[in-house]
């Protein structure tokens, strides 16, 4: 099933800059995504994880570690308004969930495992809704969202980041 760009308004107007991003069918771009990740990643030696382009920026593992977060938090809440919930879901401070990731615990292979993972998990949900479930509205941070925003958030917040990686991280 091919999925429809959502409507401005539909979806916080901070998170145009990633539903723009993507091109195409969403659930072609979130699979292409799931090799593009592990590909990458085989390319990557292990000093180069801990590598900051920048002081203050965080390291390619955290970038990468951020990116499997955000999508998590962001299917989470595609599910919570999709069977109806109509509390306001809350916001997430990314610092603060790369700070206390345990990142020394996680190696190169489980990043990409985990992506993989929790990748087709989102696809799976996202397969599972009907066309009530996308429509419904529901609030993340104190902005009303719509689930059939979410998959296209998730796939331009992963191609955003995968452009500052190949621009900062690779050179």
């Known amino acids: ?4 760009k959502p409507k401005k308004g539909t979806y916080p107007a901070y998170f145009e800059k990633y539903v723009n991003k993507v091109k ?13 990740i592990k590909e990458l990643l085989k390319t990557i030696d292990k000093d180069k994880m801990e590598y900051a382009y920048a002081p203050g920026k965080w390291t390619l593992k955290e970038s990468l570690v951020h990116v499997i977060d955000t ?11 999709a069977r ?11 610092d603060g969930y790369i700070k206390n990731a345990n990142l020394e615990k996680i190696s190169k292979k489980q990043i990409g495992d985990n992506f993989v993972s929790i990748r087709k998990s989102s696809m799976f949900l996202f397969d599972t809704f009907g066309p009530e479930d996308w429509s419904r509205k529901g609030k993340a941070s104190g902005k009303e969202i719509t689930p059939q925003a979410i998959p296209f958030m998730i796939a ?3 191609i955003h980041h995968l ?4 621009k900062k991280y690779l050179k």
Not at 1 to 4: E, G
Not at 24 to 31: A, E, N, Q, S, T
Not at 71 to 81: G, K, N, S, T, V
Not at 163 to 166: G, H, R, S
């Open 156 to 158: 331009g917040h992963t």
């Open 84 to 94: 109806g919930e109509r509390k306001n879901l809350p916001g997430f401070d990314q």
């Open 24 to 36: 195409g069918d969403v659930m072609v771009v979130l699979k292409e995504q799931q090799k593009e």
């Open 163 to 166: 452009n500052i990686i190949k």
């Open 1 to 4: 099933m091919a999925f429809k």
């Open 71 to 81: 999508e998590q938090i962001f299917a989470f809440r595609a599910l919570a308004i």
